[in-house]
């Protein structure tokens, strides 16, 4: 029987479009099904605008560091409406981007939400049914509110992108990569932040010692960090808000409480249950090694399974799986064992491979570390605390290395190329050889 499409793609996020474009690339006849805007989470309100933010703030540090040394650098105050004009701007161009590639590619995009109705079609939202050899859920995740009286009354990450200022005072609830990196940006634009970590630490998963380096720059930053203290309700004070710690203690008024405790799959309405595509215990889709799901010829990729949510993540995925699937490739499964990663810290932190305690857990006592700590030129000159800390894990005689970890100025740069080198296996030695560039924060990893 002929169907509408080869392919459908239920999601124009990273992972959707990255399977598409692939798709079309070998041949397929595909629809990318996407009622919002192209680009999903990633582009609209995760890591583009987000990164955006970061530049901004790191721009405006340069300023402060600019006027300690003596550069006639006056109040540095950002206009968040001109930044954010700049940023959208930046964002509409990505998105007329995406529909070139598509119109080029011959990829039919349909602006519906859509379910599943049986293992080879799917219902737009208006009713037409569309059919499929093959249909690609790349439907993502959303932000989650925890279940306290109140919820909400706060912010998440979503609506940070719509502020058009700066909150004067800001609790930010989680110690996850949305916490860390929305804290860290507000404070350095200037609003006064309170983090409320239910933890014992930051960055739980992260490297210990990395992640206490950064609580201390951040405390040294200004950040009023409150580690082990839950978050148990909110309610309205006029306009702001107010916050109910573990103990029952309130704090604030703040102006905004920002809810930054994790994500859910976008599975709602999906039809899962009609055509038996099975989920875990969080909702996320479940899919064994090769993106399949639990009804043949369903595939899912990127934050709607349980793989690691992050965009390049969700790219490998959906273009290995449409190299299996229309380009003749045998093996369609993804290595994450050595996914390299950066939290838009300030400074930044990026880290790739086991841990220490991961590694010690692994490998017993066959672990070795090697860690530096400094402070980078700029920081230096400019009398500034905040400090870094790298930190590379070996194992075995040959000292492999099999984790690194970088808190620093342009950490998030740095790691890239180790990254490479790392997955192929490199050792302490192969650093060592290697001559250094001097003076630099890079050097640092090539002397330990
Ligand atoms: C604040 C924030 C910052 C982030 N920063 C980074 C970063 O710096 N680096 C990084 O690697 N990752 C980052 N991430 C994670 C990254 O954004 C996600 O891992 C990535 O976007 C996942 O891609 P995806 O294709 O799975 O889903 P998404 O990008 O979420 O796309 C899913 C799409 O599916 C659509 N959809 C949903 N339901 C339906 C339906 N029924 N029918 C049709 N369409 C539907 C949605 O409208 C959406 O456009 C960040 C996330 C957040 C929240
Ligand atoms: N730079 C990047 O690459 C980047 C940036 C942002 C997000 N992401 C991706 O998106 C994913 C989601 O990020 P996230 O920060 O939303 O989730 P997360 O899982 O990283 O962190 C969630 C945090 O919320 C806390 N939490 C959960 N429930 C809570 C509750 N009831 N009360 C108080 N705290 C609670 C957790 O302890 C944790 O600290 C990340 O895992 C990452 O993969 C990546």
């Not at 180790?418 to 490199?426: E, S």
Request: net charge negative; charged share 25%; hydrophobic share 40%.
């Amino acid at each position: 029987m002929q169907r509408d499409y080869d392919l459908i793609v239920i999601g124009g996020g990273s992972g959707g479009l990255a399977g598409a474009f692939r798709a079309a690339g070998h041949g397929a006849r595909v629809a990318l099904m996407e009622p919002a805007a192209l680009g999903g989470t990633c582009v609209n309100v995760g890591c583009v605008p987000k990164k955006a933010m970061w530049l901004a703030a790191e721009v405006g540090r340069r300023i402060g560091m600019g006027r300690v040394l003596g550069f006639d650098a006056t109040a540095c105050a950002l206009d968040w409406p001109t930044f954010v004009t700049h940023r959208e701007r930046y964002i509409h161009n990505i998105h007329e981007s995406y529909r070139r590639r598509l119109d080029a590619a011959a990829i039919v995009h349909v602006p519906r939400r859509v379910r599943l109705v049986d293992p080879r079609t799917v219902e737009c939202d208006d009713g037409v049914s569309v059919s499929a050899e093959r249909i690609l859920i790349a439907t993502g995740g959303h932000a989650l509110r925890p279940d306290i009286p109140g919820a909400d009354l706060a912010a998440v990450s979503d609506d940070f992108f719509d502020w058009r200022q700066a909150p004067e005072r800001v609790a930010v609830v989680g110690g996850g990569y949305v916490a860390v990196e929305l804290a860290g940006v507000l404070q350095s634009l200037g609003s006064q932040v309170d983090m409320w970590v239910r933890g014992d630490r930051l960055l739980h998963g992260f490297d210990e010692d990395v992640a206490a380096q950064l609580a201390d720059d951040y405390c040294q930053a200004g950040i009023r960090l409150h580690l082990g203290s839950g978050t148990t309700a909110i309610e309205a004070d006029g306009e702001r808000r107010r916050l109910r710690d573990g103990r029952g203690e309130w704090h604030g008024p703040y102006d905004q409480v920002l809810l930054a405790t994790g994500r859910a799959p976008n599975t709602r309405d999906l039809g899962l249950d009609a055509v038996g595509v099975d989920t875990d215990a969080r909702g996320h889709v479940r899919v064994d090694e090769r993106h399949q799901t639990t009804c043949p010829g369903i595939h899912a990729v990127g934050d709607v399974t349980a793989s690691v949510a992050l965009t390049p993540v969700a790219i490998a995925a959906a273009r290995r799986l449409m190299d299996h699937l229309f380009g003749g490739r045998a093996d369609a499964s993804l290595d994450l064992e050595q996914v390299a990663t950066v939290v838009f810290s300030h400074p930044p932190l990026g880290s790739i491979g086991l841990t220490e305690a991961a590694a010690r857990e692994r490998h017993g006592d066959d672990v070795h570390v090697y860690s530096t700590g400094f402070r980078p030129m700029l920081e230096a000159l400019t009398d500034t605390p905040q400090r870094s800390l790298f930190k590379l894990v070996c194992v075995g005689e040959e000292r492999r290395v099999v984790g690194l970890h970088l808190l620093g100025e342009s950490a998030d740069e740095i790691l890239q190329g180790f990254a490479v080198a790392i997955r192929k296996g490199i050792t302490l030695q192969d650093l060592n050889d290697t001559i250094a560039i001097h003076p630099t924060s890079a050097e640092e990893v090539v002397l330990m």
